[in-house]
Nanobody, 124 residues
Framework: QVQLVESGGGLVQAGGSLRLSCAASTSIFSVNVMDWYRQAPGKQREWVAGITSSGRTNYVESVKGRFTISADNTKNTVYLQMNSLKPEDTAVYYC??????????????????WGQGTQVTVSS
C-alpha cells in the first residue's frame, strides 16, 4: 500500500503562485511514476504532470512553462510548483502514484494510488 497526502492548495489571484506537495508513505524510487491530476467542477479528471523514478518529467500542454514537477527523494515528496496561475487552473488537484506489485506465484501488475485531493482556486 502507498499512502499519499497532498497539501499546499488554497486561494490565489490570477498571476499568482502556489506549490503543492505530495508526501508518499514509501520511497519514491520504488514507484514507476508519480503524477498530478486535476478535476474542475463538471469536468473529467485531467492529467497535469508526471515524474518518473528516473526523474523524467512531462506536462500537459496547457501548463507547460508555468508548472514544474519535482521530487525530493530524501523526503519521499513530489512537488508541483504552479506559477502564472489562471482562473481555468481552478480545480481539485490529486496526487497519483503507480507502483508495480510483486506477489510470489503471480505475475507482477501495476497498482494505482491516489491522494485525497487539495483545492486550488484562482480568482480573476
Amino acid at each position: 500500500q502507498v499512502q499519499l497526502v497532498e497539501s499546499g492548495g488554497g486561494l490565489v489571484q490570477a498571476g499568482g503562485s502556489l506549490r503543492l506537495s505530495c508526501a508518499a508513505s514509501t520511497s519514491i524510487f520504488s514507484v514507476n511514476v508519480m503524477d498530478w491530476y486535476r478535476q474542475a467542477p463538471g469536468k473529467q479528471r485531467e492529467w497535469v504532470a508526471g515524474i518518473t523514478s528516473s526523474g523524467r518529467t512531462n506536462y500537459v500542454e496547457s501548463v507547460k512553462g508555468r508548472f514544474t514537477i519535482s521530487a525530493d527523494n530524501t523526503k519521499n515528496t513530489v512537488y508541483l510548483q504552479m506559477n502564472s496561475l489562471k482562473p481555468e487552473d481552478t480545480a481539485v488537484y490529486y496526487c497519483h502514484a503507480e507502483k508495480t506489485v510483486y506477489n510470489s506465484g503471480h505475475l507482477p501488475y501495476a497498482n494505482d494510488y491516489w491522494g485525497q485531493g487539495t483545492q486550488v482556486t484562482v480568482s480573476s
